[in-house]
């Protein structure tokens, strides 16, 4: 199915890349499907881009000049403005280790070079529709001091707030609203990414250990089922 820009609304795109090639075939691809594509070639410039311009999504490279792509990221989820932007991290290696890097430091999805356009276009359209998702579930989850607001995506235990990426904060969700059911790996990717989108099941143990950390006392609600996936245990006060 064909997505005209009218029907997308313009959505804005930064995308943070050093190499003008590149830049050239992501935007190019990307304004076909309807977007608003703004370019940055270094980790200040796009840092700087994403506070002043809030764009709906980044494509932020590793390799940058000066300040790297994770550098970037992290100072973009200590920003009051953008720190719910999705994220996609690009990068030229194929190493788990920079896949694990990148959610472990708040992105929410990463695609490695040599991409295909197609692919990329694929994961852009499925960051944006579980953003919008999110935008439309107006009920407020609550549990054993837990509360999750999907209006504003914010989560606080016991009043505190808790900090979490957009994947984390999509997981908790599919997790708290589906309580006592055993989760897949893979039903937890196709809820968060999207049906078709090629993500390890790796990366779901990275979100979910992260996830696990930041919900201090309530961390073990969030269960293993050895060899089969997730689930949620409403915890009592």
């Known amino acids: 199915m064909i997505v005209t820009a009218a029907k997308m609304i313009e959505k804005k795109i930064l995308v943070v890349e050093d190499d003008p090639d590149i830049r050239e ?96 276009v694929a994961r852009v359209r499925a960051k944006l529709r579980a953003a919008a998702s999110l935008k439309s579930d107006k009920d407020i989850v609550e549990a054993g001091g837990l509360k999750i607001d999907p209006r504003s995506y914010s989560v606080t235990i016991d009043d505190k707030p808790v900090d979490l990426t957009l994947t984390e904060f999509r997981i908790l969700m599919l997790l708290t609203k589906n309580p006592g059911w055993v989760l897949s790996r893979y039903e937890i990717i196709d809820a968060v990414h999207g049906q078709h989108i090629v993500v390890t099941d790796r990366s779901v143990d990275v979100q979910i250990f992260g996830l696990r950390q930041k919900l201090g006392r309530l961390r073990n609600s969030i269960e293993t089922i050895r060899g089969v996936g997730y689930k949620f245990t409403t915890p009592s006060n």
Not at 27 to 51: P, Q, T
Not at 80 to 108: F, H, Q, Y
Request: aromatic letters at 8%; hydrophobic letters at 45%.
């Open 25 to 120: 075939l992501v935007g190019y691809n990307l304004r076909k499907e309807g977007y608003k594509v703004l370019f940055a070639s270094s980790g200040v410039d796009g840092l700087e881009m994403a506070i002043f311009e809030r764009p709906d999504l980044i494509l932020l490279d590793i390799m940058l000049p000066g300040m790297d792509g994770f550098q970037v990221c992290r100072e973009i989820r200590r920003s009051d403005v953008v720190s719910k932007t999705p994220i996609i991290m690009m990068t030229a290696k194929s190493d788990e280790r920079d896949m694990v890097s990148s959610l472990d430091i708040g992105a929410d999805d990463y695609i490695t070079k040599p991409f295909g356009v197609r692919v990329l």
